[in-house]
């Protein structure tokens, strides 16, 4: 029922900033806790960046700060802002969608994006 589509991948530079957006095609995108997560190879999928339906927010400690998420719901979008990312923030930067904002900060979600690649390099 709801497709995620990632975008806004690709190379920057320490220090740049970069903007992540995720567009989703479903009937209740509002109803919808949505979420970033990343993966570097080698290891596991975490949480990034979380985002309720009312609109809290929820940031992992690597990347309070400095990296941003929003939601647009006239839009179907949520977006992820990285300013001043760092090499290790190098991963593939998943979109997902959940009922519950547990859910999300669980990592068992109903949909998923196809993934974004985001390498931090100068």
């Known amino acids: 029922q709801v497709q995620l589509v990632e975008s806004g991948g690709g190379l920057v530079q320490p220090g740049g900033s970069l903007r992540l957006s995720c567009a989703a095609s479903?009937?209740?995108?509002?109803?919808?806790?949505m979420g970033w997560f990343h993966q570097a190879p080698g290891k596991e999928r975490e949480l990034v960046a979380a985002?309720?339906?009312?609109?809290?927010?929820y940031y992992s400690d690597s990347v309070k700060g400095r990296f941003t998420i929003s939601r647009d719901n006239a839009k179907n979008t949520v977006a992820l802002q990285l300013n001043s990312p760092k090499p290790e923030d190098t991963a593939v930067y998943y979109c997902?969608?959940?009922?519950?904002?547990?859910?999300?900060?669980?990592?068992?979600?109903?949909?998923w994006g196809q993934g974004a690649q985001v390498t931090v390099s100068s």
């Open positions: 997902a969608a959940d009922l519950s904002t547990a859910g999300i900060r669980r990592g068992v979600v109903q949909y």
């Open positions: 479903g009937r209740t995108f509002s109803s919808y806790a």
């Open positions: 985002i309720s339906s009312g609109g809290s927010t």
